[in-house]
């Protein structure tokens, strides 16, 4: 029998036994009782690193409601209208730089009411810092008040107390002081703690002088509530890291956004089939957990990401095999574009692209607020 650990999987430029299934390496087609077909790609990931200087704020994960079939004449278009030699559509080739203002004019007219991506492409931004402030709620407090039969998910309080404490935190503790809350979140739950180089003392030291210098009552109460999570921590690493470990990535932002892209999707088209560009931490295993969250039996969190949800197909591909995917990318590409611009970066894509990408932005997306229209405002 055939190793697939030395052989490429169909469709997929992953190796090895973790990506043996989920793969689609034929062209995806519409049926009627198959249902729609949606390609999803990424621009910004980091995976569980989402803290720090040289990295980038936002994630972008692009969306298209398309098969392969229905993509390939649009790429084709696409390749000739803006003239490209190259193998295959990708946004930071032949999009981004200030050289590629007539091509960004192409795109911007797919998107536009007329243009044949219109009413098909979805933006789904992540800010990566309010990410990690959410988790920091999620795995920590939200744990313990659930051994204690309490529900912070009941009324959105969990999401409320992750906003207050990300909104009020940089005045309440001072900038400095708050990122050192939020790298030493990534440092303790990140799959490199595995060797638990930082300690649940070195953690709750931060927590401690966080709650200490506080000076807004939302920030002051979270972290009076997070100071005493210790056992809830230590239970983690155990689970996350030890020799029974079981946890997937809790930092991992993709799990989760792929299983709110399916959800918000399925709620629009009815029966839905994903086509994920392959990406490393996206193992069968969790989309495995993908299935689970869209059939209603995952974590609390995201159970009610499955109502009126119906999922076909789970699939990954490579963007050279499939065409959808290649849009996809476009889409991703120019969301990463406009939520550069407003984390206030110097950014000619963003800059031409944003008065069309900014209503693409999935209101349910992993923002600190519900108004997507903010991304279109510049941070000075």
Partial sequence: MTDPSHHPNPGTGLLGPNYARHNQPSATTDTEEGGRWVAVDESGWDGDQLHGEERSRYLSIGSVAISDADAAPIVDEI??????????????????????????????ELLSPGGALYGRASVYLIDKHYFVVGKLIDLF??????????????ADRARKMARSLFGEGPRALGPVLFD??????????SHKNREQQVTVDDFYEVVEEAWARSRRRNVTEALAL??????????????????????????????????AITANWSRKLGRVNMLVDDQRALSDANFDDIETEA????????????????????RRGQSTHHPSLQLADLISGAGFSVAQRH?????????????VVVPLIDEAGMLPHDEPARVAVSSP
């Fill in 79 to 108: 390749r000739t209208a803006i003239r490209l030699q190259a193998p295959e559509l990708k946004f930071s080739k032949a999009f981004a730089g200030p050289k590629n203002g007539q091509r960004r004019l192409v795109l911007s």
């Fill in 343 to 355: 984390s206030g970066l110097v950014n000619p894509a963003g800059e031409d692209l944003y008065r």
């Fill in 226 to 259: 997070l100071r005493t999570t210790r056992q809830e921590a230590t239970e983690y690493l155990r689970d996350a890291h030890g020799p029974d470990a079981f946890l997937p990535q809790a930092l991992e932002p993709l799990i989760p956004a792929v299983a």
């Fill in 141 to 154: 407090v939200e744990e313990q008040a659930h051994r204690q039969g309490r529900n912070l998910y009941r």
């Fill in 180 to 189: 050192r809350l939020l790298s030493s979140t990534v440092a303790f739950t």
């Fill in 295 to 314: 059939h209603g039996r995952g974590h609390p969190e995201f159970r009610h990401l499955s109502r009126g949800v119906h999922l076909g197909h789970l």
